[in-house]
């Protein structure tokens, strides 16, 4: 069913025929025609001969009958034209499917997503979005393609600011919940205190002593922020629509036990060395802008452990516990330099063996209009919940003027579908390493790459089939309009974009796929009616539009988007 690996082998045969060797026939879309090849042009110097004399040859050379028509343009690209008959079997294969074409991976792996990983204590904030949008899409593909997803939400729920906290809570005398009903105000009240209060900063650091040594009371009272934190992150993460539960909380607090064993086994084979006081890793390969090794610190010179000691921990136990041959963690650009120095120095102890790999799925900052980082009016932090509540208020704005006749049940739950929808989607289509600003406007367009644009889409199809009512039956996809053709030809290339999707983990890519979809329907939908055309015709064209449902809606499922038959 893929029509872009069918013409890559056709096209592979023939260059290898003329270049005696193999050749990678580099076939791509194209805007001059369905696909192009451009595999001549770096076959010329290694043959000595003009690209557009060995582009015509490869061509003739190719088994292309009932495939595609090829011809020789520019410099020596071939453009490939699909056969219509072609296009409208591949159609009706991927209709008949109820996966569209997309095949179950033939090397299932055990993959750990480590995303969101807000911080206890604190409420979720703008900066803790793009971890969590983009980790949940991640799990939700890889998980769809075959693999065993496992989510590991490493929370930050250990640490010297827990004296601090703990210290205010005991402070507080409070037995109920009510001191811990607003986080954020919370934190800032222990943080004051700690900072202006000197027998305050030393109780609460004799808590941290207590809290690792685990002194009971204090393992209470840290339980209790922990506990409250949960529920709040579980409320946030409903309201958002992304698919982590209390069973992937896998807080830093899960690894304290296995820190000292941690520092044994890099010791024991030769992995740390002592430098100003501290334990460090010195990796093979790195050094600072002096020109002298960088080191990992493994534990501090106060015998405490950091991030890197926790980290080094997790990943071991991905690997030896659970079983994992691939993990990804969900951290913004600027941690880079400490995932790399952590991996080299897991493969360096043989925690990750051949088989196994580990990436740092990396992602940029979200701006505000002024290009900086997204701040309120007042400069503070953009909550989340306030930012998703402002989402939803938007969109049920936008609904009720499309909709007027949505009853306040259906409005409610389109605006929150379209609301968070936007959100996702805005951060998802963008290249995920760069930085994008954050425009309400732009973001809850019914124009244009966004969410609410392919809700729409899809709320278009539903519309159809609607006034259809029984006598919506699709039938075969014949292919004789060209806009049927360019719908089709989209559609049959749903499986390799999530291929692609799930090797890289560009879902810009998938959102670029979706929005080509969605504009290719529109066209189709402008100049090809469908329920008025003749029966046979209008079978087809319906099957082009449930298949373009079923497409949108699985799609956007895969990012975390819902797709309301209303908007």
Same mark, same amino acid.
């Given at each position: 069913m893929n029509l872009e690996a069918l013409l890559s082998a056709r096209l592979s045969a023939a260059f290898a025929a003329v270049a005696g060797g193999d050749v990678d026939p580099a076939v791509r879309r194209s805007q001059h025609a369905d696909f192009q090849s451009g595999a001549a042009l770096p076959l010329a110097r290694r043959l000595g001969r003009a690209p557009r004399e060995i582009a015509a040859e490869a061509v003739a050379r190719a088994d292309l009958a009932g495939v595609a028509d090829a011809e020789v343009s520019g410099p020596g690209f071939v453009n490939l034209t699909v056969a219509d008959e072609l296009i409208a079997d591949l159609a009706n294969a991927v209709a008949a499917d109820p996966r569209l074409g997309v095949p179950v991976t033939g090397k299932p792996e055990t993959v750990v997503v480590d995303y969101s990983a807000p911080n206890v204590a604190k409420e979720m904030h703008v900066g803790n979005l793009r971890s969590t949008v983009i980790g949940d899409a991640a799990a939700r593909l890889l998980e769809w393609q075959g693999n065993t997803v496992i989510r590991a939400n490493h929370l930050g729920d250990w640490g010297t600011p827990f004296g601090m906290l703990i210290e205010h809570l005991v402070d507080l005398g409070d037995t109920g919940e009510g001191s811990l009903a607003d986080l954020t105000a919370f934190y800032q009240a222990a943080r004051v205190k700690f900072d202006a209060d000197p027998e305050f900063k030393r109780r609460a650091q004799l808590r941290v002593v207590a809290l690792q040594s685990g002194d009971p009371q204090t393992l209470a009272l840290w339980r209790r922020l922990v506990d409250a934190s949960q529920r709040y992150l579980l409320t946030i993460y409903d309201l958002l629509g992304v698919s982590l539960t209390a069973a992937d909380f896998a807080g830093e607090s899960s690894y304290h036990d296995q820190l000292d064993s941690v520092v044994a086994e890099l010791d024991a084979k030769g992995l740390l060395r002592v430098s100003d006081g501290a334990l460090c890793a010195f990796p093979a390969g790195f050094t600072g802008r002096d020109g002298e090794p960088l080191p990992l610190i493994?534990?501090?010179?106060?015998?405490?452990?950091?991030?890197?000691?926790?980290?080094?921990?997790?990943?071991?136990?991905?690997?030896?516990?659970?079983?994992?041959?691939?993990?990804?963690?969900?951290?913004?650009?600027?941690?880079?330099?400490?995932?790399?120095?952590?991996?080299?120095?897991?493969?360096?102890?043989?925690?990750?063996?051949?088989?196994?790999?580990?990436?740092?799925?990396?992602?940029?900052? #979200?701006?505000?209009?002024?290009? %900086?980082?997204?701040?309120?009016? +007042?400069? @503070?932090? /953009?909550?989340?919940? *306030?930012?998703?509540?402002?989402?939803?208020?938007?969109?049920c704005a936008l609904a009720a003027a499309k909709t007027p006749d949505l009853d306040r049940a259906a409005l409610a739950r389109v605006g929150r579908q379209v609301g968070t929808g936007a959100i996702k989607y805005a951060d998802l289509c963008t290249d995920r390493r760069s930085d994008y600003v954050f425009d309400w406007d732009?973001?809850?367009?019914?124009?244009?790459?966004?969410?609410?644009?392919?809700?729409?889409?899809?709320?278009? #199809?539903?519309?159809?089939?609607? %006034?259809?009512?029984?006598?919506? +039956?699709? @039938?075969? /996809?014949?292919?004789? *309009?060209?806009?049927?053709?360019?719908?089709?030809?989209?559609?049959i290339g749903f499986a390799p974009v999530l291929a692609e999707a799930g090797r890289t983990l560009d879902f810009h890519r998938l959102t670029g796929y979706l929005y080509g979809l969605a504009t290719a329907f529109s066209a189709f939908y402008e100049k090809c009616p469908v329920l008025s055309a003749p029966p046979a015709v209008r079978a087809s064209r319906l099957a082009l539009c449930d298949l373009t449902a079923r497409t949108l809606r699985q799609g956007l499922d895969l990012l975390g988007i819902a797709t309301p038959d209303r908007l």
């Amino acid at each position: 069913m893929n029509l872009e690996a069918l013409l890559s082998a056709r096209l592979s045969a023939a260059f290898a025929a003329v270049a005696g060797g193999d050749v990678d026939p580099a076939v791509r879309r194209s805007q001059h025609a369905d696909f192009q090849s451009g595999a001549a042009l770096p076959l010329a110097r290694r043959l000595g001969r003009a690209p557009r004399e060995i582009a015509a040859e490869a061509v003739a050379r190719a088994d292309l009958a009932g495939v595609a028509d090829a011809e020789v343009s520019g410099p020596g690209f071939v453009n490939l034209t699909v056969a219509d008959e072609l296009i409208a079997d591949l159609a009706n294969a991927v209709a008949a499917d109820p996966r569209l074409g997309v095949p179950v991976t033939g090397k299932p792996e055990t993959v750990v997503v480590d995303y969101s990983a807000p911080n206890v204590a604190k409420e979720m904030h703008v900066g803790n979005l793009r971890s969590t949008v983009i980790g949940d899409a991640a799990a939700r593909l890889l998980e769809w393609q075959g693999n065993t997803v496992i989510r590991a939400n490493h929370l930050g729920d250990w640490g010297t600011p827990f004296g601090m906290l703990i210290e205010h809570l005991v402070d507080l005398g409070d037995t109920g919940e009510g001191s811990l009903a607003d986080l954020t105000a919370f934190y800032q009240a222990a943080r004051v205190k700690f900072d202006a209060d000197p027998e305050f900063k030393r109780r609460a650091q004799l808590r941290v002593v207590a809290l690792q040594s685990g002194d009971p009371q204090t393992l209470a009272l840290w339980r209790r922020l922990v506990d409250a934190s949960q529920r709040y992150l579980l409320t946030i993460y409903d309201l958002l629509g992304v698919s982590l539960t209390a069973a992937d909380f896998a807080g830093e607090s899960s690894y304290h036990d296995q820190l000292d064993s941690v520092v044994a086994e890099l010791d024991a084979k030769g992995l740390l060395r002592v430098s100003d006081g501290a334990l460090c890793a010195f990796p093979a390969g790195f050094t600072g802008r002096d020109g002298e090794p960088l080191p990992l610190i493994v534990r501090k010179g106060d015998g405490g452990y950091g991030y890197a000691a926790t980290d080094l921990a997790a990943l071991r136990h991905r690997v030896r516990t659970l079983g994992a041959t691939r993990m990804l963690y969900l951290v913004g650009s600027p941690q880079r330099t400490h995932f790399q120095l952590v991996f080299a120095v897991a493969r360096e102890a043989g925690w990750l063996p051949g088989g196994v790999s580990a990436e740092h799925v990396e992602f940029g900052s #979200i701006l505000g209009p002024d290009g %900086r980082m997204l701040r309120t009016r +007042a400069g @503070g932090t /953009v909550q989340l919940a *306030e930012l998703l509540d402002e989402a939803v208020q938007r969109a049920c704005a936008l609904a009720a003027a499309k909709t007027p006749d949505l009853d306040r049940a259906a409005l409610a739950r389109v605006g929150r579908q379209v609301g968070t929808g936007a959100i996702k989607y805005a951060d998802l289509c963008t290249d995920r390493r760069s930085d994008y600003v954050f425009d309400w406007d732009r973001m809850l367009a019914l124009t244009g790459n966004t969410g609410p644009y392919l809700q729409y889409a899809y709320a278009r #199809i539903s519309s159809i089939f609607r %006034r259809a009512g029984e006598d919506a +039956a699709p @039938g075969p /996809v014949a292919v004789t *309009e060209a806009p049927e053709r360019a719908l089709a030809l989209e559609l049959i290339g749903f499986a390799p974009v999530l291929a692609e999707a799930g090797r890289t983990l560009d879902f810009h890519r998938l959102t670029g796929y979706l929005y080509g979809l969605a504009t290719a329907f529109s066209a189709f939908y402008e100049k090809c009616p469908v329920l008025s055309a003749p029966p046979a015709v209008r079978a087809s064209r319906l099957a082009l539009c449930d298949l373009t449902a079923r497409t949108l809606r699985q799609g956007l499922d895969l990012l975390g988007i819902a797709t309301p038959d209303r908007l």
